[in-house]
T-cell receptor, first 107, second 114 residues
Framework: GEDVEQSLFLSVREGDSSVINCTYTDSSSTYLYWYKQEPGAGLQLLTYIFSNMDMKQDQRLTVLLNKKDKHLSLRIADTQTGDSAIYFCAERKPLVFGKGTRLSVIA | NAGVTQTPKFQVLKTGQSMTLQCAQDMNHEYMSWYRQDPGMGLRLIHYSVGAGITDQGEVPNGYNVSRSTTEDFPLRLLSAAPSQTSVYFC?????????????FGPGTRLTVT
């Protein structure tokens, strides 16, 4: 069956870059997504990448897609304490989510 | 627009009780879905709907029923609550099931079954 996998925890120092990795299984996914969940809140779409792209940059966020390896990553430059949250990658519709990576930013 | 609204925010049930979690959106979205979020499990799809009158099962549908009589509303029914259904439930909607169709999430309902 479908499976989206990501590491559960990541801890970085403020100002460093964070890289959150994800592997997915459905090669027919047209879009791949990163969602952010802050404590006690629902999920918000952070960014996405179209499957025919290798990279997408949006301010401090960089998404890299390796379709051959079915690997997706989210890089957050100059990580701030406000970036502390759980980050989910997702594929397909209906969305299939990974288990989420809890990013902790140490001041 | 209010976006996606869910009621109640919190609920405690006894085993065997039934209840309905409400979800509504005012964005004229065709696509609506219900997820449950459990620690270490991420979000798992319970049921979804691609339009009024059409529903389908997701990954974990057992113990839940849905209906979609209007575009706006997508209630989730627990027929006989069990402790395993203790979770946070999120409703989401998007313009349609295909394409980018950013999903908008409600604030969640935290359900405890004792």
């Amino acid at each position: 069956g479908e499976d989206v996998e990501q590491s559960l925890f990541l801890s970085v120092r403020e100002g460093d870059s964070s890289v959150i990795n994800c592997t997915y299984t459905d090669s027919s996914s047209t879009y791949l997504y990163w969602y952010k969940q802050e404590p006690g809140a629902g999920l918000q779409l952070l960014t996405y990448i179209f499957s025919n792209m290798d990279m997408k940059q949006d301010q401090r966020l960089t998404v890299l897609l390796n379709k051959k390896d079915k690997h997706l990553s989210l890089r957050i430059a100059d990580t701030q304490t406000g970036d502390s949250a759980i980050y989910f990658c997702a594929e397909r519709k209906p969305l299939v989510f990974g288990k989420g990576t809890r990013l902790s930013v140490i001041a | 627009n209010a976006g996606v609204t869910q009621t109640p925010k919190f609920q405690v049930l006894k085993t065997g009780q039934s209840m309905t979690l409400q979800c509504a959106q005012d964005m004229n979205h065709e696509y609506m879905s219900w997820y449950r979020q459990d620690p270490g499990m991420g979000l798992r799809l319970i049921h979804y709907s691609v339009g009024a009158g059409i529903t389908d099962q997701g990954e974990v549908p057992n113990g839940y029923n849905v209906s979609r009589s209007t575009t706006e509303d997508f209630p989730l029914r627990l027929l006989s609550a069990a402790p395993s259904q203790t979770s946070v439930y999120f409703c989401a909607s998007s313009y349609n099931g295909q394409g980018l169709g950013e999903q908008y999430f409600g604030p969640g309902t935290r359900l405890t079954v004792t």
